[in-house]
């Protein structure tokens, strides 16, 4: 019946994202609606497992347990919201399109979450990452095309081609396609013809890109600029499909270790440093882009400190705290972007002065603030809770390089309060309109406060999702607390943590009542060193950018040798053929491929190893002909 369920909730986004693009009628989001009623009885039932296999006409195999079931029913969440909201809100873009493209990537939401096969799982990787995409383009504002080919080239780049890798690595591994699971890449690890490492990296890689985290977080500012406010949950649920993929194959598949936990932590506090952007951003947009990607840096530190503390009391704190976050940020980051969705609906940007917008509906401007402050820690809401027991753990401990990171990110947690309550300062001094409750509609008030409601009482009475919590990580044999005063209070660290929130707390406030200027100066030696990585993470795209154009480019498209130094973006190639592919272009690869057999029959080297390598060649030539023709 549950497996009905799912089929049925898939079935309903597929006619939806179909019905959305041909007629273009608001009515679709009504299946969206009740595809989101079958997805909160799937995520129910998949509390106590769910397996077998959906979709006659694309076999897939399901496996749902509690941490799947988790990140399944905060996504049916979303997509309930998302269908009462948007038949009110005005869309400034191609409505038909960015329908169609939102119900297809919930729809590859889903099977990401409930498939066990590693090759479904790419496949739905990939169309998330093409349906995102297509939302952003299809926006059209200002700077929508620039941003969705730097989105699309880093998830294809540094997402996909190392997912098909690992898929393909793991396929030699397991030698059968029906047991290409992470359950047969568990129990095959002996039989990888590569390290356990490089699947790390490959995994890592794929989860950093979806995720929005350094070195790949460039995208996020500008995508959530470009697109609508009321869609950017998509985007909220793929930064948390991120988080799901890695701890899924950190904690369930892959064996684990200290080193791999110091990596990911460090990558969550370098990620947290965008924080200090946010603060001298007037646009909203812009501005809570950033702390989202803290958010998920935050995230990720706490993912690495539960690998290094792995097995012990203090290590399931963080792992719980980790979970937290990720699902707490997509729920309250939901209703703030839902809030500045009802100033777009006046044809306006986000900004400072334009929120005021919102000041005279009282019960919307609540409930939205309720987000705002859950966003900035303050007791006893949502961020405040899960950095609470992401402190406790790393403070729980000796290990001071896990100390040195965890009191930074404390330091970085002072500036979403300063970001507030500097907001709310220049509000007062320089933005006067106001305007009435009334011009913002019903439906949008609705939905806003609803999803703020909901983040404010998961937040303050934390029993609600603690089976859930605790069930997630049960197969794991982790020590579990067993209620919420053992998981908060359960070790002494936990007070020290508290104190940390509160004298943080304290400084945010103080700094955020500081004129901005010299604010600024304070942190000139932060935004330096920002300047700097993002200059770094810049030259290295020009970089691989330069290389396609030059010597990918000319491979897969027919572009005469004069005219290649006259192509300097990616829209110049747009106007060349593709290259066929046919005998002449592989007969370079097949030539190399021959020396490499002889060359190894003399060696008398691993020809199994020979042969994986050679598949990992084809299948990054196979995605760059797709995606780039």
């Not at 500008?222 to 950017?232: A, M, N, Q, T, W």
């Not at 005063?485 to 070790?491: A, E, H, I, V």
Request: one cysteine or more; charged letters at 15%; proline letters at 4%.
């Amino acid at each position: 019946m549950s497996l009905y369920l799912l089929e049925l909730a898939m079935g309903l986004l597929f006619t939806a994202s179909l019905v959305g693009l041909f007629t273009g009628k608001r009515w679709t989001y009504a299946l969206t609606f009740l595809s989101s009623l079958a997805l909160f009885g799937t995520s129910i039932e998949g509390l106590n497992g769910l397996s077998g296999e959906i979709l006659p006409f694309l076999p897939t195999s399901v496996r749902i347990d509690s941490l799947s079931a988790l990140f399944l029913l905060v996504l049916a969440f979303i997509t309930l919201a998302l269908s009462l909201y948007l038949p009110s809100y005005e869309v400034k873009g191609d409505f038909r399109f960015l329908t169609m493209a939102t119900n297809m990537a919930l729809l590859s939401a889903v099977i990401f979450l409930v498939t066990d096969n590693l090759e479904r799982l790419t496949l739905a990787y990939e169309l998330f990452a093409v349906f995102t995409a297509v939302m952003v383009l299809t926006s059209e504002t200002r700077g929508s095309r620039k941003a969705t080919w730097r989105y699309l080239v880093l998830t294809q780049v540094f997402g996909i081609i190392p997912l098909l890798i690992a898929t393909g690595l793991t396929y030699g591994a397991v030698g059968d396609l029906h047991h290409l699971t992470f359950e047969g890449l568990r129990e095959n690890l002996g039989n990888l013809p590569v390290s356990v490492g490089l699947l790390y990296i490959l995994y890592l890689s794929a989860s950093l890109v979806r995720s929005g985290a350094f070195p790949f977080h460039v995208w996020v500012p500008r995508v959530y600029r470009s697109l609508p406010s009321p869609f950017i949950p998509v985007f909220l649920i793929g930064e948390a499909l991120g988080v799901y993929l890695f701890l899924r194959v950190s904690h369930f598949v892959l064996p684990s270790g200290q080193t791999i936990g110091y990596i990911v932590a460090f990558i969550g506090t370098i990620t947290a440093f965008a924080t200090l952007y946010s603060f001298k951003e007037i646009r909203l947009k812009r501005k809570f882009a950033y702390h989202s990607v803290m958010d998920i840096g935050i995230a990720y530190f706490a993912l690495g400190s539960s690998l290094v503390l792995q097995g012990t009391f203090i290590g399931t704190v963080a792992l719980l705290g980790a979970l937290l976050h990720v699902l707490y940020q997509v729920l309250y980051k939901s209703a703030l972007f839902f809030g500045l969705g009802a100033i777009e609906h006046y044809g306006e940007d986000p900004n400072i002065c334009s929120m005021r917008k919102l000041l005279r509906g009282h019960v919307i401007a609540l409930l939205v603030s309720l987000s705002v402050f859950s966003m900035a820690g303050v007791p006893p809401l949502s961020s405040f809770v899960s950095k609470w027991l992401i402190y406790t753990a790393s403070m729980g401990t000796t290990n001071v390089l896990l100390w040195l990171m965890v009191v930074t990110i404390a330091f970085l947690g002072i500036f979403p309060l300063a970001s507030i309550i500097q907001v709310r300062r220049i509000n007062r001094i320089i933005c006067k309109r106001e305007v009435e409750r009334e011009e913002v509609p019903l439906a949008i008030r609705t939905v806003t406060g609803f999803v703020s409601l909901t983040s404010f009482l998961v937040a303050v009475f934390p029993f609600i999702l603690l089976p859930w919590l605790t069930g997630s990580i049960e197969e794991l044999k982790y020590p579990i607390p067993a209620t919420p005063s053992q998981l908060f209070l359960g070790s002494p660290s936990s007070f020290i943590a508290l104190a940390f929130l509160v004298v943080m707390l304290f400084l945010g406030w103080r700094i955020g009542r500081m004129p901005t200027d010299r604010v600024s100066e304070l942190l000139l030696i932060f935004y330096n060193m920002g300047d700097i990585l993002r200059f770094t993470s810049d030259y290295i795209m020009a970089l691989g950018k330069k290389f396609y154009l030059q010597h990918v480019l000319p491979v897969i498209k027919v572009i005469p040798k004069h005219e290649v130094p006259l192509i300097r973006d990616y829209d110049d190639a747009l106007d060349y053929p593709v290259r066929h592919i046919d005998e002449a272009m592989f007969m370079p690869l097949i030539r190399s491929v021959e020396r490499l057999a002889r060359w190894g029959r003399s060696k008398n080297i691993d020809m199994n190893a020979l042969i994986g390598g050679f598949a990992i060649a084809m299948a990054v030539l196979i995605v760059l002909l797709g995606v780039f023709a």
